[in-house]
């Protein structure tokens, strides 16, 4: 995120108060979007560490850590089927690179971009900033590909270059197209710092309900901001109002009139002691590695991490108008199987006639739909042909794990919705 003055918001929050850490069981909201599996979001942040200390501890604008970062997240949605642009651009004597992918099909009249910087200061890895808002974005993007849904608008997704040094390339994109292709562009969510270590929780003030700062965003804002409301709303997490202050890639979107959002989770601004009541924390900085060498992996709150995953998916399902889709498969899996059931109904994966599996451990992931209790059996059959369970995970969620270390035989894995119905994703390793 680019430094200029941080505005502290104290307006009234979005949402009913909650003691600090307090949640509404997730179960009691329905999201339009697929819960975003937080380990496949880690593991593209690992990734873009690696890169970095390999590339003199930096990613930052003309550098070669820059360029594999781009070229890391490019080879991901190639692999998804996206149509990808690497698109350079030269500030300061140096090239940079705009990464725009585009899901094929939707009304193109009518496109979502969702977008954030993937370079990094000089001073360091820029895990935080904005490696968390970058991998965050992939992995929805991943998720929308992984769907096989066509959404009714057209979605595309952008990791700028530069933007430490000004918006550069962002600024270089939207002043690139047309007035027509502006009037395409349906919406604008940026995600810029989303997994701070002392977090709050921001949403991009587009109604000016706070009434400071720079006034409210192009009308349709709004509505973009109300989208992220509802979800943390409805996950029991209360928000705060960022003003459009100019501070990271909304900037040239919204001097052109597009409307535009997102969720921010704080920078080098001391968290307030009225703000540490609402989300916990210090009143120390959100972030107090902010544009320094120690922004990395230990640099991130996790639970906002998640929260903030979930919530670009909420937005971007319920914006783009993406149809219902089938869990993940879960970061456990060699082999994946998928199913759908209704309430008290039984699915035997990946047959009913089960699997051979050697003397050994014996691991399986169940990703269920969100809001319902999914239960995971591992059963074994006997000489005579008749099956029992040998370990059983009975959480009162969607997901459960199993491990078990098996003898060598013939195995099967019973997955049954013990409460709601919907599409599941099993993954599952065998020895």
């Given at each position: 995120?680019?430094?200029?003055?941080?505005?502290?918001?104290?307006?009234?929050?979005?949402?009913?108060?909650?003691?600090?850490?307090?949640?509404?069981?997730?179960?009691?909201?329905?999201?339009?979007?697929?819960?975003?599996?937080?380990?496949?979001?880690?593991?593209?942040?690992?990734?873009?560490?690696?890169?970095?200390?390999?590339?003199?501890?930096n990613r930052a604008h003309g550098?070669?850590?820059?360029?594999?970062?781009?070229?890391?997240?490019?080879?991901?949605?190639?692999?998804?089927?996206?149509?990808?642009?690497?698109?350079?651009?030269?500030?300061?004597?140096?090239?940079?690179?705009?990464?725009?992918?585009?899901?094929?099909?939707?009304?193109?009249?009518?496109?979502?971009?969702?977008?954030?910087?993937?370079?990094?200061?000089?001073?360091?890895?820029?895990?935080?900033?904005?490696?968390?808002?970058?991998?965050?974005?992939?992995?929805?993007?991943?998720?929308?590909?992984?769907?096989?849904?066509?959404?009714?608008?057209?979605?595309?997704?952008?990791?700028?270059?530069?933007?430490?040094?000004?918006?550069?390339?962002?600024?270089?994109?939207?002043?690139?197209?047309?007035?027509?292709?502006?009037?395409?562009?349906?919406?604008?969510?940026?995600?810029?710092?989303?997994?701070?270590?002392?977090?709050?929780?921001?949403?991009?003030?587009?109604?000016?309900?706070?009434?400071?700062?720079?006034?409210?965003?192009?009308?349709?804002?709004?509505?973009?901001?109300?989208?992220?409301?509802?979800?943390?709303?409805?996950?029991?997490?209360?928000?705060?109002?960022?003003?459009?202050?100019?501070?990271?890639?909304?900037?040239?979107?919204?001097?052109?009139?597009?409307?535009?959002?997102?969720?921010?989770?704080?920078?080098?601004?001391?968290?307030?002691?009225?703000?540490?009541?609402?989300?916990?924390?210090?009143?120390?900085?959100?972030?107090?590695?902010?544009?320094?060498?120690?922004?990395?992996?230990?640099?991130?709150?996790?639970?906002?991490?998640?929260?903030?995953?979930?919530?670009?998916?909420?937005?971007?399902?319920?914006?783009?108008?993406?149809?219902?889709?089938?869990?993940?498969?879960?970061?456990?899996?060699?082999?994946?199987?998928?199913?759908?059931?209704?309430?008290?109904?039984?699915?035997?994966?990946?047959?009913?006639?089960?699997?051979?599996?050697?003397?050994?451990?014996?691991?399986?992931?169940?990703?269920?739909?969100?809001?319902?209790?999914?239960?995971?059996?591992?059963?074994?059959?006997?000489?005579?042909?008749?099956?029992?369970?040998?370990?059983a995970s009975e959480s009162s969620?969607?997901?459960?794990?199993?491990?078990?270390?098996?003898?060598?035989?013939?195995?099967?894995?019973?997955?049954?919705?013990?409460?709601?119905?919907?599409?599941?994703?099993?993954?599952?390793?065998?020895?």
């Amino acid at each position: 995120m680019r430094m200029i003055r941080l505005v502290c918001l104290t307006t009234a929050l979005t949402g009913s108060l909650l003691l600090p850490g307090a949640t509404t069981p997730a179960q009691a909201f329905e999201s339009n979007g697929p819960d975003i599996a937080v380990a496949n979001v880690t593991a593209h942040l690992r990734a873009l560490s690696d890169i970095a200390a390999a590339n003199g501890g930096n990613r930052a604008h003309g550098t070669s850590g820059h360029n594999a970062s781009v070229d890391y997240v490019r080879g991901k949605l190639d692999a998804a089927g996206y149509t990808t642009q690497k698109v350079a651009f030269t500030y300061n004597g140096r090239t940079g690179y705009n990464l725009i992918a585009d899901l094929p099909g939707g009304d193109t009249a009518n496109t979502v971009m969702v977008g954030g910087h993937l370079d990094s200061v000089t001073a360091g890895p820029g895990i935080n900033d904005n490696g968390s808002g970058s991998a965050a974005i992939l992995e929805v993007a991943l998720r929308l590909a992984a769907s096989g849904e066509t959404p009714t608008k057209h979605v595309r997704f952008a990791w700028w270059g530069a933007e430490e040094l000004g918006l550069v390339g962002s600024t270089r994109y939207v002043q690139g197209l047309t007035a027509t292709q502006r009037s395409q562009i349906d919406s604008y969510y940026n995600f810029d710092m989303v997994a701070s270590p002392n977090p709050g929780y921001f949403l991009y003030d587009g109604d000016n309900s706070d009434g400071t700062g720079s006034g409210p965003g192009p009308s349709g804002s709004a509505r973009l901001e109300q989208v992220l409301a509802d979800y943390f709303t409805g996950i029991g997490v209360p928000t705060r109002g960022t003003d459009f202050d100019g501070r990271s890639d909304y900037g040239p979107f919204i001097q052109y009139g597009i409307p535009a959002g997102g969720t921010f989770t704080g920078a080098e601004g001391r968290k307030t002691a009225a703000q540490v009541q609402l989300w916990g924390g210090t009143t120390a900085a959100y972030d107090p590695c902010y544009h320094s060498s120690c922004d990395t992996l230990a640099n991130l709150s996790t639970t906002a991490l998640d929260r903030n995953a979930d919530a670009i998916a909420h937005a971007v399902w319920t914006v783009a108008e993406v149809g219902d889709v089938p869990p993940p498969a879960p970061v456990c899996a060699e082999a994946t199987a998928r199913g759908t059931l209704a309430s008290r109904a039984t699915s035997y994966q990946p047959t009913t006639s089960g699997f051979t599996a050697a003397a050994g451990v014996v691991k399986g992931c169940l990703d269920g739909p969100s809001g319902t209790d999914f239960d995971l059996y591992l059963q074994r059959r006997s000489s005579s042909g008749t099956w029992s369970n040998v370990a059983a995970s009975e959480s009162s969620g969607a997901d459960e794990e199993v491990t078990y270390t098996a003898a060598a035989g013939t195995y099967r894995w019973r997955v049954y919705a013990y409460s709601g119905s919907g599409a599941f994703t099993l993954g599952y390793d065998v020895p």
